[in-house]
């Protein structure tokens, strides 16, 4: 069994969040530079085997799409030429950001560290991922 890799897709970097080998607990991996995202889960692939791929769905609170689905879009369609065979999950995203900074409160981070948008960006991948398990699991 691979992995399960998440993707928070944003206009300047992205956050990657990765299952473990047996696909029980999503963990935030890193966050990349946008421009630098396709190299990095090329290699990544070439390290670990990964089953599929979730990206974060952008949606409104009306459950419309959002402006952001106008790079998400082109971007999955990229990811799916690049990897044929697996499959590209999308997840509503919708508050991952606001879960993400509640959970850097929670967990006694200092403001200065609550203030970086890297790790934000992580933690929201690493929810997306964890949100589309649990959907799998209730499946």
Same mark, same amino acid.
Not at 43 to 69: P, R, W
Not at 128 to 139: A, H, N, P, T
């Given at each position: 069994?691979?992995?399960?890799?998440?993707?928070?897709?944003?206009?300047?970097?992205?956050?990657?969040?990765?299952?473990?080998?047996?696909?029980?607990?999503?963990?935030?991996?890193?966050?990349?530079?946008?421009?630098?995202?396709?190299?990095?889960?090329?290699?990544?692939?070439?390290?670990?085997?990964?089953?599929?791929?979730?990206?974060?769905?952008? %949606?409104? &609170?009306?459950? !419309?799409? =959002?402006?952001?689905?106008?790079?998400?879009?082109?971007?999955? +369609? /990229?990811?799916? *030429?690049?990897?044929?065979?697996?499959?590209?999950?999308?997840?509503?995203?919708?508050?991952?950001?606001?879960?993400?900074?509640?959970?850097?409160?929670?967990?006694?981070?200092?403001?200065?560290?609550?203030?970086? %948008?890297? &790790?934000?960006? !992580?933690? =929201?991948?690493?929810?997306?991922?964890?949100?589309?398990?649990? +959907? /799998?699991?209730? *499946?």
């Amino acid at each position: 069994m691979g992995r399960l890799l998440a993707i928070d897709y944003g206009q300047k970097r992205c956050g990657i969040a990765v299952t473990d080998a047996l696909q029980i607990i999503a963990t935030g991996l890193k966050t990349v530079p946008t421009t630098e995202l396709m190299d990095f889960l090329k290699q990544y692939a070439q390290k670990e085997q990964v089953d599929a791929f979730v990206i974060g769905h952008a %949606k409104h &609170l009306n459950a !419309t799409d =959002s402006e952001s689905m106008q790079y998400i879009k082109p971007f999955a +369609q /990229k990811l799916a *030429k690049e990897f044929p065979k697996k499959p590209i999950e999308m997840v509503d995203e919708r508050f991952t950001s606001k879960i993400a900074f509640q959970t850097m409160i929670d967990g006694g981070l200092k403001k200065k560290q609550r203030q970086d %948008k890297a &790790l934000i960006d !992580t933690i =929201s991948a690493t929810i997306i991922l964890q949100s589309y398990m649990e +959907q /799998k699991q209730q *499946k």
